[in-house]
């Protein structure tokens, strides 16, 4: 068998060289295009903005330098497993947080037609106030927020309660008299209020046309 000449054989291993290089950048092409679906970059920024921190206070936590963790948010590179873990370390989330699907932000619009029109209790014979939840469609929330109208009824008909956390209250329009204890108070329109809700409290229009009021409370 002839021996194969030098020139021949420096372009196959070029060939050859060239092949394996062109498989090598489709395979690394498709695993970039598998990662960006993750959205890691965007997910590690939202993490350090949660957290007020800037990158060089993240570099110092993790180790990494301020510049590769800039070029991981920005998606110019991608994390291998071991950085990775070290960023979830810092913020207490495990790996599978920036494999998963984010929740979608919470943004319910209420429409006044939608919502519903409720006694301060069922089975009132005089009521004091009815009430609407302006957040009745969104689970799991952190607060509740109600458009109340109080009524001119007696002193007598207004029915203390009380319930944990703290509430806010504003009054939107009339005058209203909201007794804590034994204590009477009375406020105009824009004035505001905020207490212990777990105090024992009632409210009444002092105004003969009504009183309208915002109500926040949270738990």
Same mark, same amino acid.
């Given at each position: 068998?002839? +021996?194969?000449?030098?020139?021949?054989?420096?372009?196959?291993?070029?060939?050859?060289? =060239?092949?394996?290089? %062109? &498989?090598?950048? %489709? @395979?690394? &092409?498709?695993?970039?295009?598998?990662?960006?679906?993750y959205?890691?970059?965007?997910?590690?920024?939202?993490?350090?903005?949660?957290?007020?921190?800037?990158?060089?206070?993240?570099?110092?936590?993790t180790?990494?330098s301020?510049?590769?963790?800039? &070029?991981? %948010?920005r998606?110019?590179?991608?994390p291998?497993l071991?950085?990775?873990?070290?960023?979830?370390?810092?913020? =207490?989330?495990?790996?599978d947080?920036?494999?998963?699907?984010e929740? &979608?932000?919470?943004?319910?619009?209420?429409?006044?037609?939608? @919502?519903?029109?409720?006694?301060?209790?069922?089975?009132?014979?005089?009521? =004091?106030?009815?009430?609407e939840?302006?957040?009745?469609?969104?689970?799991?929330?952190?607060?509740? +927020?109600?458009?109340a109208?109080?009524?001119?009824?007696?002193?007598?008909s207004?029915?203390?309660?009380?319930?944990?956390?703290?509430?806010?209250?504003?009054?939107?329009?009339?005058?209203?008299?909201?007794?804590?204890?034994?204590?009477?108070?009375?406020? +105009?329109?824009?004035?505001?209020?905020?207490?212990?809700?777990?105090?024992p409290?009632?409210?009444? =229009?002092?105004?003969?046309?009504g009183?309208?009021?915002?109500?926040?409370?949270?738990?």
């Amino acid at each position: 068998m002839a +021996a194969l000449q030098p020139a021949l054989i420096m372009r196959l291993i070029l060939e050859k060289t =060239s092949c394996i290089v %062109e &498989k090598m950048g %489709e @395979r690394s &092409k498709t695993i970039e295009t598998g990662l960006q679906q993750y959205t890691i970059g965007p997910k590690l920024r939202r993490l350090r903005l949660r957290k007020s921190m800037g990158l060089v206070q993240l570099s110092k936590h993790t180790g990494l330098s301020p510049a590769l963790l800039s &070029k991981l %948010e920005r998606g110019v590179m991608h994390p291998t497993l071991p950085t990775l873990l070290r960023i979830a370390l810092v913020f =207490s989330v495990g790996l599978d947080y920036f494999f998963n699907p984010e929740p &979608k932000p919470v943004f319910e619009i209420v429409r006044r037609r939608d @919502r519903l029109r409720f006694p301060e209790s069922p089975d009132a014979a005089d009521v =004091s106030y009815f009430f609407e939840n302006l957040g009745f469609p969104v689970a799991n929330r952190r607060f509740d +927020a109600y458009y109340a109208q109080f009524l001119p009824v007696p002193a007598s008909s207004a029915r203390p309660h009380a319930h944990p956390g703290m509430e806010f209250l504003y009054v939107v329009s009339g005058k209203l008299m909201l007794t804590m204890n034994d204590d009477a108070h009375t406020m +105009a329109a824009g004035d505001a209020v905020y207490f212990d809700s777990t105090i024992p409290h009632s409210y009444r =229009s002092a105004a003969r046309r009504g009183t309208t009021a915002l109500v926040v409370t949270a738990a």
